[in-house]
């Protein structure tokens, strides 16, 4: 918002420097960005007057003139077509410096011969001054400027303008008025309402048009006739006023509508009547794909939401956003109809981000302007199309306003004032610092409350707090005490998820993992490259209302798609040996809570502070870790063999990183049905204390080469609270012995199906005495082995802390896992 000050001044009579009122508007909330001045480098321009105008005796379009600069007469030859004798003008002498946009220095008028004519100055135009962008003619001044007074004395230049920043919640300051309400309160100086008197004329505004309301969009619509206006430039002052601002002036009816819009922050529109069809203004919503073409000249596509001015014929303005082209003022108007209304910001604001077609009258509109002062804004405007325009008024306004718009009237504590500002201001202090912004006491409650009534151009105010804020605001920010609130200061308990997230993080950090972060999307496609099955239920994500990208469409429901665009990303840059893991959340729908049950164990409902408890439907929110790995594991040195990455160092890695997290017992079970995406011989589900954590495995070819990726690579995915419900809190430690420890080693043949973890937990439940570890050191198949066979080579590890074992100390040990692989397992030792 741009305002000229002394503009400013016609509202309220403020004699302080432009640094004070900086000062006050910018302490008032709104914010100065600059002060900029109209009409500067004009001091060697003076007032001259034309004695004589002649032809120039070598060019059709020049004239030789003979101008009086208050000391003495000079020829000066002049190219304007409206230059006459007997003007007043502007006049730029031999040695003057004009402001030039493209060169620091200025312009410098210098004694020149054109056409052979001697020339001694230059005759200026607005736009050689800088004080508009119009080259149609000279500037023409008032008669009563006396030759040889500078122009800056007999223009009052340069004009300062303010640019204030304003709020969006301030709609009240997109106006003269409103801005000098601001600086009344911070003052005390009155501020000056101008009047409006004209006289009317026997006829009515409906006899140029009718008005219906179709629509509650408009709650109100006033509209008034003027006839036998006359059309013509603007006066100075006016012309001047809007051009200091950034507006161009149209001619006098335009000009006089943007005036009052800048002056009350009303917007309005003036119609020629005689070009609204039918003697019909019809309010109503727009036709599905209905046209029209707007003052730019463009024509507009509209939705059914856009509120529409129309007459019989169809739309001739955009409500509250621009006019039509067929109705606009031109020169030959002389019967205009005035629009003043009240829109629905909403309504505009959505149309006019639509169309990005955004205007002075919709950057007010789409704030709020304000209902109850239609009334005074179409009564101004007649009074300056009285004065201005030679209008004759109508006798009547039409005013269609079904359901008021009453002022909101509530209740405001002294005591909740002096708590929440920490000041000590008595109740009539109060009263009387929202005195000076229009807010009036209704009535006492109280001693310490009253009530106070809001005036319609603040909606912004709608509680008791929006009206300690405008008294703090009305104190001075910068005069409000300093003092520390009381309060109590408690330890911050952090969530055990949360911090047991960071130990996952850290510890597969620690395992040569690097971290991956991804968005908490996905795609259909990345559901049909998963091959998930229907009874998943991970194949059914929940989708997005207002998705970014096609393939962020739904919320994930796992981890590994992510995984694997990173992977092949890596691939395609030639680092095929990776070790990724990624921290985030799945999100599947509260409607299959039965089916994940069964499906998942006590994995997804054991843990409830982990679940939503409310009974409003929500989605189910699970924190996981995933990982990937490709490649080579390890290479050494030059000439030894490379390590590629395999099932048994993913599970390896797994197990030693869920160790260092203090979560043993680890159990291997066959993969579950759902999980169809993972190689059914190279993958297991994974449990801990009975609770299943996840799974990890090889993906199968064809869904790794659906991303890319030239080999199948190795995935896990767990359940990070499950983890935490599964970690050991308490620490024991053991002595370490000083006897050595003593293995024993078996060789037995095993049916292909029996796996190592159902014989490791088998041994375990044995108890044997002095057994410290079981592992296998060799696979063999083949050779005389029946097809159906598998020979494993295994250690058993004794150790006593009170003795060196002998192996009669162990003996009956081992006889002991030899009777159970032969009686449990039918295994033949070798």
């Not at 009047?195 to 006899?207: A, L, R």
């Not at 239609?374 to 006798?395: C, M």
Request: charged letters at 25%; hydrophobic letters at 35%.
């Amino acid at each position: 918002m741009q305002i000229n000050v002394e503009w400013l001044q016609d509202y309220i009579d403020y004699q302080g420097t432009i640094e004070e009122l900086d000062s006050i508007l910018t302490k008032a909330g709104l914010e100065v960005e600059g002060i900029e001045s109209f009409g500067e480098g004009l001091d060697g321009v003076i007032i001259g007057k034309v004695k004589s105008k002649e032809k120039h005796p070598d060019a059709d379009k020049l004239s030789v003139c003979i101008v009086f600069d208050g000391k003495e007469d000079l020829q000066i030859v002049c190219g304007a077509p409206n230059i006459e004798a007997g003007q007043t003008i502007a006049l730029a002498p031999v040695g003057c410096v004009l402001p030039d946009p493209e060169n620091q220095k200025g312009f410098k008028i210098k004694k020149s011969k054109i056409r052979g004519i001697e020339s001694l100055g230059m005759i200026c135009a607005e736009d050689e001054l800088g004080l508009s962008n119009d080259h149609d003619g000279i500037m023409i001044l008032d008669d009563s400027f006396e030759a040889g007074t500078p122009i800056t004395s007999a223009l009052n230049l340069p004009k300062k303008v303010l640019d204030i920043s304003i709020t969006p919640n301030r709609p009240d300051c997109l106006s003269y008025i409103g801005v000098a309400r601001e600086v009344s309160a911070a003052t005390g100086l009155p501020v000056k309402i101008p009047s409006f008197e004209y006289s009317t004329t026997d006829f009515k505004s409906e006899s140029f048009s009718e008005v219906t309301i179709e629509h509650e969009d408009c709650p109100r619509y006033m509209g008034l006739a003027v006839k036998n206006v006359k059309i013509k430039p603007s006066p100075k002052w006016l012309k001047t006023y809007l051009e200091t601002v950034g507006l161009r002036s149209i001619n006098n009816v335009v000009d006089i509508t943007n005036f009052v819009m800048l002056e009350s922050g009303n917007p309005l529109h003036a119609f020629d009547a005689d070009e609204i069809k039918g003697k019909k203004i019809i309010i109503r919503k727009a036709n599905e794909n209905e046209t029209m073409t707007t003052l730019d000249e463009q024509e507009r596509k509209l939705l059914n939401t856009d509120l529409l001015i129309c007459d019989e014929s169809g739309p001739v303005a955009l409500a509250g956003v621009m006019g039509g082209l067929n109705s606009e003022i031109t020169e030959n108007t002389t019967n205009v109809f005035i629009e003043v209304a009240y829109f629905n910001p909403i309504c505009v604001r959505k149309t006019s981000r639509r169309l990005g077609l955004q205007t002075d009258s919709s950057f007010r509109f789409e704030r709020g302007v304000d209902p109850e002062n239609l009334e005074y804004v179409i009564k101004r405007t007649a009074s300056l199309l009285n004065q201005l325009a030679d209008g004759e008024v109508a006798s009547n306004i039409i005013d269609i306003y079904p359901q008021k718009i009453e002022a909101k009237v509530f209740s405001l504590r002294t005591s909740r004032v002096n708590k929440v500002l920490g000041v000590t201001l008595t109740t009539s202090e109060v009263e009387e610092k929202l005195k000076g912004i229009d807010i009036l006491k209704e009535e006492n409650i109280s001693e310490d409350e009253l009530t106070y009534k809001i005036p319609t151009f603040r909606p912004d105010i709608t509680r008791e707090v929006d009206l300690i804020e405008e008294i703090a605001r009305l104190i001075g920010f910068e005069n409000i005490p300093y003092t520390l609130p009381k309060m109590s200061i408690k330890p911050i308990t952090e969530a055990p998820i949360i911090k047991f997230t960071d130990q996952v993080k850290t510890a597969f950090v620690n395992k040569g993992f690097n971290e991956t972060v991804s968005f908490h999307f996905t795609g259909l496609k990345d559901i049909e490259k998963m091959q998930l099955s229907k009874e998943d239920p991970r194949s059914n994500p929940i989708a997005v209302k207002n998705p970014i990208a096609e393939d962020l469409s739904h919320m994930q429901t796992t981890l590994i798609p992510n995984l694997l665009r990173a992977a092949a990303l890596n691939a395609n840059h030639f680092n095929e040996s990776i070790q990724l893991f990624e921290v985030g959340r799945i999100y599947l729908k509260e409607q299959y809570k039965e089916e994940l049950k069964s499906i998942f164990e006590n994995r997804y409902y054991k843990i409830n502070e982990y679940i939503y408890k409310e009974e409003e439907v929500r989605p189910i929110e699970r924190a996981q870790v995933a990982g990937i790995i490709t490649g080579i594991n390890k290479q050494n040195a030059w000439n030894e063999k490379e390590d590629p990455h395999s099932f048994y160092s993913l599970k390896g890695l797994l197990i030693s990183t869920l160790s260092s997290l203090k979560i043993k017992n680890i159990k291997e079970e066959p993969l579950r049905n759902i999980d169809t995406y993972l190689h059914p011989g190279k993958s297991i589900t994974l449990k801990a204390n009975k609770v299943i954590i996840g799974y990890l495995g090889q993906l199968k070819p064809e869904i790794a080469e659906g991303y890319g990726l030239k080999s199948s690579p190795f995935v896990f995915e767990l359940d990070v609270p499950s983890l935490l419900r599964c970690q050991n809190q308490q620490y024991q430690f053991n002595s370490i012995s000083k006897f050595p420890s003593t293995n024993r080693d078996l060789s037995f043949a095993f049916r292909k199906e029996t796996t190592w973890g159902e014989i490791e937990n088998s041994i375990k439940k044995l108890n044997i005495k002095h057994l410290q570890n079981i592992h296998v050191f060799d696979l063999f198949e083949g050779g005389n082995l029946a097809e159906d066979q598998k020979s494993l080579a295994i250690s058993l590890t004794f150790q006593s802390n009170e003795k060196t074992l002998e192996e009669k100390d162990t003996q009956k040990s081992v006889d002991k896992v030899t009777k159970l692989f032969i009686e449990q397992f039918e295994a033949t030792q070798r």
